[in-house]
């Protein structure tokens, strides 16, 4: 069993930067590919980047390439998903998830664990 917990949601301008943590239980973290999601109220929830066991691996979504960057360390079991230039259509509730395959996963439904969210608010 792992247990997630995020961190480093909050407001913030558009324009602006925000890092998010996910802490993770368990000393099998640095097995786990690991996901960030998103979703806005009325929404389904989207993939916006993973990462795979070793951090040789990421992928983004469309929508945030170019300004998001995950990124892991195994030795402190956690990952992190630096946000810059944010707009307002980024707010959302922000969560962390663990795949125990490894590798690189973009549908929510291929992940195992996932942490409870943190709110991201982005104002104009």
């Known amino acids: 069993q792992v247990q997630l917990v995020e961190s480093g949601g909050g407001l913030v301008q558009a324009g602006g930067s925000l890092r998010l943590s996910c802490a993770a239980s368990g000393r099998t973290f640095s097995r786990y590919a690991m996901g960030w999601f998103r979703q806005a109220p009325g929404k389904e929830r989207e993939f916006v980047a993973a990462?795979?066991?070793?951090?040789?691996?990421?992928y983004y979504a469309d929508s945030v390439k170019g300004r998001v960057t995950i990124s892991r360390d195994n030795a402190k079991n956690t990952v992190y998903l630096q946000m810059n230039s944010l707009k307002p259509e980024d707010t959302a509730v922000y969560y962390c998830?663990?795949?125990?395959?490894?590798?690189?996963?973009?549908?929510?439904?291929?992940?195992?664990?996932w942490g409870q969210g943190t709110q991201v608010t982005v104002s104009l």
């Open positions: 998830a663990a795949d125990r395959r490894g590798g690189v996963v973009l549908t929510p439904s291929g992940y195992d664990y």
């Open positions: 990462i795979n066991w070793s951090g040789g691996s990421t």
